[in-house]
């Protein structure tokens, strides 16, 4: 029977303008391969990019709406971004960096996270170069400004390092 490796999913998920998009486009390294504005609620629908990273292997990335948005279409924004986190095999959280508190929505994703028994990398995204933070959560954590694509390497060795992948080989064809 033939079989496959699995692409290793990665979802971006987090607030509206805290950075999902300029980060996936640091991993991707497109500057404009997601749409990147300071008018929250500008990623409509996810984002996905196939590529490699170099110790890990084939990734399929994915930039998620933000999941703070209230309205009917914040919800299915939302929901979209429930569903790549049931895909994914990682997760990483974007939060700005100086965040004092997570908000309710932040919160309600992160408890998804956990009861989907999804790995989760928190990603501070420092917009001021300020360097310094608060932990918000019991997870590796990176600091890195996220506009700044000298810093794409030491973001994919971060994933790398702290990542397990759990190796499944899937048959090509069902039996």
Known sequence: MAQFKERIIISIVGNT??????????????KNKS???NTAGTTADAVKSVMEIHGIGAVKLI?????DEISVLGDKKREKTLR?????????????????KLTSNE?????????????CLMIYNDFDNSSKHIDLLDYKSL???CNDFSKQLEI??????????????VDFLPQ
């Open 156 to 169: 994919t060795e971060f994933i790398k390092n702290n990542f397990t992948y759990r190796k499944l080989n």
């Open 143 to 145: 600091i890195v400004n």
């Open 35 to 37: 749409i990147v504005d």
């Open 84 to 100: 790549a986190i049931d895909n994914s095999d990682l997760v990483l959280f974007v939060v700005k960096n100086g965040t004092k």
């Open 17 to 30: 303008n805290v950075g999902k998009s300029t980060l996936f486009n640091l991993i991707t390294g497109q």
């Open 63 to 67: 930039d998620t709406a933000g999941v």
């Open 107 to 119: 919160l309600e994703i992160i408890d998804y996270i956990k009861s989907n028994n999804k790995q």
